[in-house]
């Protein structure tokens, strides 16, 4: 759908989220006193920091400074950029997004497009699906499905299709204006020869819908039926789809299980379908390349252990060791890597079917753990009965070791190099390199001392009801002071209408203040709860005896010509109330 989210419904979203569902929907929360708490999703720790506050309808984490609404918990926990966001909550509370077209605003690009985009990719699935059912070749495909071992149904949950043999099968479905012809290509749906001949990118092949986080088609994986090359040709990469970001079989795993202990890397997409025919449905394929960090980070979220399960080949031993690196810097105390190989000509498909669900779970309860995937293979070329074999491999190791996160995975790690090398743990430290520190929120350069205003919008941010206590004095935007006409703002804002945190911050996405303000809203301000209308109101009265000196001072420097009666009348009052005070 066209258009942009008006922000009204941005606003009403938030207002009708319970941020402790929407976290406990990914995270599971414990009751600690008016709050709850976790172990931080975003950092590794051992004793929970991450407070999700009813009242506030806020998270925020002690340390490492994560913090937000239910919105932004979605962005940073899933992935998403704001408007998908906005989608995915949306869909939790089963309500859909408006869209409008701002004045001054030409259609096109942007979401418009994008959204269109998806439209079209969910109507070449529905195609290719279909053609199951229609296609005089139909028999073939469908005897072939069965000889995978796949049933009807799994075909459905998969969504798997038949893209015929014609060169133009999708290009007369879809392509009937230039316009769209120009879409399918930059999908990738169809391609274009040096002479400009157009045809489908995908002909005669058994299609799998590639899905993102959202159940969104972006993308397709093809495998022939019969001899050919290339044996799996995948979605190029497009506005839709990037392979370094999307796990085939993510979005089908998710629907089947919300709480899962652990989850499987497979090389590819058969072999996630023919374990899910198994019973085997915690199983995701990257797509053509190692797992990524991105891919990485994302199942780290989802359970406590992963398994790269790889062929045995050379190929899959360096798709593993390049997730290994990817995963270093990911690596929390409580999680857990494990690669498993399989034998020689064998994948998950093969061993599933030969041993069944059963059998492929004893391979996986028996997978190599991280600690010796990592020496094994740091030592497969080594000779470590020797000073030069030594040496190498702690050149090797220690680069790796300083990329580690998690104390326990760096404190394993060095000490199982020691007892390789016949060395003291102590003496193995004094080689490696101290810790790779990555971002914090928390290491942020600190501000200035903290000003009235500023307390005043902190207290104001914090407890948006006190933007209610006092009434809105509009002069006081003429206060020369920092920050004046963002509390002006804010406290119009929160004296119009109770707001909870959330909502309040949410009005200053994607504004210059929006930083400043999310500081404020984590701030420590120390004052006790039977103390805030007190403190907020004090705030309040010195920025009034502020302006009323700064206007006493504005009128006192005017030359006499200027002086009206009505001046001097002011002038009279503002001393007046000056000396009360």
């Not at 879809?174 to 879409?183: A, E, H, M, S, V």
């Not at 399918?184 to 058994?206: C, H, P, Q, S, W």
């Not at 020496?375 to 680069?399: N, S």
């Amino acid at each position: 759908m066209a258009g942009f989210i008006p922000k009204d419904f941005i606003q009403d979203l938030v207002a009708r989220a319970d941020v402790v569902s929407v976290v406990d929907s990914r995270v599971r929360l414990k009751k600690a006193g008016r709050n709850y708490q976790a172990c931080c999703p975003f950092h590794n720790e051992k004793t929970p920091s991450f407070s999700v506050a009813p009242d506030k309808q806020f998270y925020h984490c002690f340390g490492c400074g994560a913090h937000g609404n239910a919105l932004d918990f979605i962005m940073e926990f899933d992935g998403l950029e704001f408007p998908d966001a906005v989608e995915e909550l949306a869909s939790m509370l089963g309500l859909e997004v408006p869209r409008e077209q701002r004045p001054g605003t030409k259609p096109g690009r942007d979401r418009a497009e994008i959204e269109d985009d998806f439209e079209l990719m969910e109507k070449c699935a529905r195609f290719f699906s279909n053609q199951l059912r229609e296609h005089p070749n139909r028999e073939r495909v469908v005897e072939y499905l069965k000889g995978r071992g796949l049933s009807g149904e799994i075909v459905r949950d998969f969504g798997i299709g038949y893209a015929p043999e014609q060169w133009d099968a999708v290009l007369r479905e879809f392509g009937r204006t230039p316009d769209l012809q120009k879409q399918l290509l930059a999908l990738k749906m169809i391609t274009e020869n040096d002479r400009g001949k157009r045809f489908d990118f995908f002909r005669d092949r058994i299609m799998f819908p590639i899905r993102d986080r959202r159940g969104r088609v972006v993308g397709f994986g093809g495998r022939v039926l019969d001899k050919g090359e290339p044996k799996y040709l995948n979605s190029p990469e497009t506005r839709l789809f990037h392979k370094g970001r999307e796990l085939y079989g993510f979005f089908e795993m998710r629907q089947k299980h919300r709480d899962l202990d652990r989850v499987i890397i497979v090389e590819g997409y058969m072999d996630v379908v023919a374990l899910a025919q198994f019973g085997v449905t915690n199983a995701v394929a990257a797509l053509g390349t190692a797992a990524t960090s991105d891919h990485l980070q994302l199942l780290f979220r989802q359970a406590k252990q992963v398994i790269c399960c790889f062929d045995g080949d050379r190929a899959g031993r360096d798709a593993a060791w390049r997730a290994l690196e990817n995963a270093l810097p990911l690596l929390r105390d409580g999680t857990d890597l494990q690669f498993l190989f399989l034998p020689d000509g064998e994948d998950p498909d093969t061993i599933v079917r030969a041993e069944g669900a059963e059998g492929f779970q004893q391979r996986l309860d028996n997978a190599q753990s991280f600690r010796e995937y990592f020496f094994d293979h740091l030592t497969e070329q080594l000779d470590l009965r020797t000073d030069a074999g030594k040496a190498e491999l702690v050149g090797q190791a220690k680069q790796l070791i300083g990329k580690v996160a998690s104390d326990f995975y760096r404190d394993l790690l060095t000490e199982t190099l020691a007892h390789r090398l016949g060395r003291t743990t102590s003496e193995i430290e004094r080689l490696l390199p101290a810790k790779e520190q990555t971002a914090s929120r928390k290491d942020a350069p600190k501000r200035d001392k903290m000003t009235p205003v500023s307390r005043a919008i902190g207290l104001l941010i914090q407890h948006p009801q006190l933007g209610q206590l006092v009434p809105v004095h509009e002069e006081l935007g003429q206060l020369n002071l920092p920050g004046m006409k963002v509390f002006m703002a804010l406290h119009r804002q929160t004296a119009a209408q109770g707001l909870t945190s959330a909502q309040a911050l949410e009005e200053w996405r994607g504004t210059k203040f929006e930083a400043r303000l999310r500081e404020l809203a984590t701030w420590d301000h120390q004052v006790h709860e039977e103390n805030l209308e007190n403190e907020f109101s004090e705030t309040y009265r010195y920025l009034i005896d502020r302006y009323l000196e700064q206007r006493y001072e504005e009128l006192k420097a005017l030359p006499a010509a200027e002086l009206t009666r009505e001046r001097l009348q002011e002038l009279n009052e503002l001393l007046r109330l000056m000396k009360r005070k």
